[in-house]
C-alpha cells in the first residue's frame, strides 16, 4: 500500500476509536451548519468538511469543558496539539482551524458565547509546493492519446482540450452544464469556487474538438432518452456510459491510463496538472499575471503568483543551458 493510503487509513482508524457522539454536540453542529447554509450558501463539500471537523472534536472532547459549544482556547490548543502528534498535515489543521473559528464565531453572533476561543489560535506553518506542469510537449502527447474513433475517446479527447485550453479545475470540468459553451463565441462560462462564475475563451483546436464531442459523441453517450438533470437541475455537458457527468475520481483514472498510453510516468500526472500547466505555459510565453488571475478565477493575486516562481525556474533553466556563461 502506497505511503499517503496508509497514512489515510491510519488517521481514519484512529478517528474511528473516539468516543462516540453526543446528542448536544450533534445539536450543535446541525445548528451551524444550517445557518452555515442559510447565510452564507455554504457548499456542500464545505458543509461535509465542516461537519467531519467539528464531530472529530467533540468525541475528542468527550463532554470536558461543556461540551464543544463550551470548550475554551486552552482544549483547542491540546486538541491541535494531539492532532499534530497523531500525524496530521498541516493543510488538514489550516483546514480545521477555519472550521473552529466560523463555528465560535457563530457561537458568538447567536449570543451562545461571549467569546469566540478559536478567533486566536497560531495558523500553521504550511508548506507551499510549486504546481507541477507538464511541458508542451508531454501536453501533446496526452492529448493525442485517446481513441477518438471511439464515443468514450471523443469525449475523453474533447475533456483534455477543454481543460487545458481554459485552465479548468476537475471539479469545473465535469459539472460543467450543457449551456455552459458557447461555441459561436468562443467562451466557456465556469462555476467555480464560492459560486463565482466566470467566462473563459476558448481556442480553435478546443473548440474543434468540442464541436466533434457535441455532434458525433454525445449523441451516442446519451442514447434515445433526454438525459436526465443532476441534482442542481442542470443536464451535464460530458457524459459517462450511465448517462451522467464523469465523476473527478473517474476522470482522474483515465488522466493516470491516457498518460500511460503517451509514455508519460503516470505518478507525475494529475488532472489537476493541465490546469498548472495551463498557467505555466502561459506566463512562458508572456501573459499577464492579472489576465492569468481572471482566466484561473482566484480570488487573490497572491495565489496566482506561485506560477511566476515555476516561470522563473524555467527560464533560469534555459539561461543555464543556453548562454555561454550560464
Do not use: C
Not at 74 to 96: I, M, T, V
Amino acid at each position: 500500500m502506497p505511503a499517503d493510503r496508509s497514512r489515510t487509513a491510519d488517521l481514519r482508524g484512529l478517528a474511528r476509536a473516539l468516543p462516540p457522539l453526543g446528542q448536544a454536540d450533534a445539536r450543535e453542529i446541525d445548528r451551524f451548519i444550517e445557518a452555515a447554509w442559510a447565510e452564507h450558501g455554504l457548499a456542500r463539500a464545505s458543509q461535509a468538511a465542516y461537519r467531519r471537523d467539528l464531530e472529530q472534536l467533540a468525541r475528542w472532547l468527550d463532554g470536558r469543558g461543556g461540551g464543544l459549544a463550551g470548550a475554551g482556547r486552552q482544549e483547542l490548543h491540546d486538541y491541535l496539539a494531539w492532532r499534530f502528534s497523531q500525524g496530521y498535515r498541516p493543510r488538514s489543521n489550516a483546514r480545521l482551524r477555519a472550521s473552529l473559528r466560523a463555528f465560535y464565531a457563530h457561537l458568538v453572533r447567536t449570543g451562545r458565547r461571549a467569546d469566540a476561543p478559536a478567533a486566536l489560535l497560531e495558523p500553521p506553518q504550511l508548506p507551499r509546493p510549486l504546481p507541477k506542469a507538464l511541458t508542451e510537449s508531454q501536453v501533446e502527447a496526452l492529448l493525442a492519446a485517446p481513441d477518438v474513433a471511439t464515443a468514450e475517446g471523443l469525449r475523453d479527447r474533447a475533456m483534455l482540450e477543454l481543460m487545458y485550453a481554459a485552465g479548468l479545475r476537475v471539479s469545473e470540468l465535469v459539472n460543467l452544464p450543457a449551456n455552459a459553451v458557447n461555441l459561436r463565441q468562443g467562451v466557456v462560462r465556469v462555476t467555480g469556487k464560492g459560486s463565482k462564475e466566470r467566462l473563459v475563451p476558448l481556442g480553435e483546436e478546443s473548440q474543434h474538438w468540442l464541436q466533434r464531442y457535441l455532434a458525433d459523441a454525445r449523441p451516442l453517450l446519451a442514447g434515445a432518452r433526454p438525459v436526465p438533470a443532476d441534482a442542481s437541475g442542470q443536464v451535464p455537458l460530458f457524459l459517462g456510459r450511465n448517462r451522467q457527468a464523469p465523476s473527478r475520481q473517474a476522470f482522474w483514472a483515465t488522466v493516470k491510463r491516457l498518460a500511460a498510453l503517451a509514455g508519460i510516468d503516470p505518478a507525475v500526472v494529475t488532472p489537476h496538472g493541465l490546469r498548472h500547466s495551463f498557467a505555466t505555459h502561459l506566463l512562458n510565453r508572456g501573459a499577464d499575471l492579472r489576465a492569468l488571475q481572471l482566466l484561473l478565477g482566484h480570488a487573490s493575486l497572491s495565489t496566482t503568483q506561485i506560477y511566476t516562481l515555476v516561470a522563473r525556474e524555467h527560464l533560469q533553466r534555459l539561461h543555464a543551458r543556453h548562454h555561454p556563461r550560464g
